[in-house]
């Protein structure tokens, strides 16, 4: 099989309606997308992306409303969350619904829902009757797809259809947070910052190395990985340390005797975020046997930036 690549709403929603998997578009990265009210479906979400079972999965709904179906209660304070940042990149982890099969969540009590800000999918979303189980459209391990094509040079043999949305315009995974204790505790940085979250419900805990959730491989250091040695520190220090042929994944110095990506020449974290897992790809596919990258200033989506690549750094690799 061959996946098809196109933009055809109606065709998405006949598979989704037959318990094929369709990949979609998100403004954080590519989903791989089953009806996640139906066990079989969502089963071949594992398979296909070769995930572990215990490893749950994000509920995408079309808007607020759509919340009552998969979660028991909605405290005030994941209300206000849903009011000030949906759509867009915030999944918030609530009790689950009995409608929500265990394979969805792992079977934890608890289950992760965001509304997404992409406007091809919210129309998806809107003309099924049931909401999309969906984790990032990659194998299990590797750097999450930003593009329709990202997708296809990995899952292409294995999906029907990916829904062409364009190039995600955020780039990094949503932000996940737990309201299911009193004080919210974000559990993955991403799209949305702890600065904006703050503003909007005060003081919340943040803990992504020991997630409430350790059965979460999605937390565990080594994730969204390159093939390639990765190592992320003073750029400088790290060419003159380092033997052979280097490729470079800087912020906004550039490097012109080495293979070099720039995230944004102007220093914009935004810019930065939406260009890192293409940068990451690209390079891991670059002659150079080792990726070389420096932190980023650790505010706003820096936070989430330096997170991935201290994830991608720690990949043990033979
Ligand atoms: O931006 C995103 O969130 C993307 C797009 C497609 O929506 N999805 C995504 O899914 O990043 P995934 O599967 O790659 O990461 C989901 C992570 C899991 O690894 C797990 O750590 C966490 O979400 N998660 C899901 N349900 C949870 C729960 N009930 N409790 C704690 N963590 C949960
Ligand atoms: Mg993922």
Redesign the pocket.
């Known amino acids: 099989m061959k996946s098809r690549i196109e933009s055809n709403l109606k065709e998405a929603k006949v598979l989704l309606e037959s318990g094929e998997l369709v990949a979609i578009p998100?403004e954080?990265?590519?989903?791989l997308a089953a009806n996640a009210f139906q066990a079989d479906a969502v089963i071949r979400i594992f398979e296909t992306k070769n995930r572990p079972h215990f490893?749950?999965?994000?509920v995408?709904v079309a808007g607020i409303e759509g919340v009552s179906e998969v979660v028991a209660e909605t405290p005030p304070v994941a209300l206000k969350l849903m009011q000030t940042f949906w759509p867009g990149?915030l999944?918030i982890?609530l009790r689950k619904s009995s409608k929500i099969p265990d394979i969805v969540?792992s079977g934890?009590d608890?289950?992760?829902v965001?509304m997404?800000d992409h406007a091809l999918t919210l129309e998806l979303l809107r003309s099924l009757d049931f909401p999309l189980a969906?984790?990032?459209?990659n194998p299990f391990g590797y750097i999450?797809p930003t593009s329709a094509q990202h997708v296809a040079k990995q899952l292409g043999d294995r999906i029907p259809y990916i829904l062409d949305g364009g190039i995600c315009s955020v780039g990094v995974?949503?932000t996940?947070i737990?309201c299911t204790s009193q004080t919210p505790v974000v559990?993955?940085l991403?799209?949305t910052t702890i600065e904006q979250i703050t503003e909007a419900i005060g003081f919340v805990e943040v803990n992504t190395t020991s997630?409430?959730?350790p059965q979460?491989?999605?937390?565990t250091l080594s994730h969204y990985a390159p093939r390639k040695h990765m190592y992320i520190g003073s750029i400088q220090n790290l060419l003159q340390e380092i033997e052979g042929e280097v490729s470079v994944l800087s912020f906004q110095d550039s490097y012109p005797n080495y293979r070099n990506i720039r995230l944004s020449e102007t220093g914009d974290l935004k810019e930065a975020a939406r260009n890192l897992f293409s940068a990451m790809r690209m390079l891991d596919a670059d002659p150079g046997h080792v990726i070389i990258g420096e932190w980023l200033p650790d505010v706003g989506l820096g936070r989430a930036i330096n997170d991935r690549l201290r994830r991608a750094a720690s990949q043990a690799k033979s």
């Open positions: 998100t954080t990265v590519y989903g490893d749950p999965l994000i995408h990149p999944t982890v969540t934890l608890t289950v992760g965001r997404p969906a984790p990032s459209a999450s995974e949503s996940i737990d559990l993955r991403g799209g997630s409430s959730a979460a491989p999605g937390m």
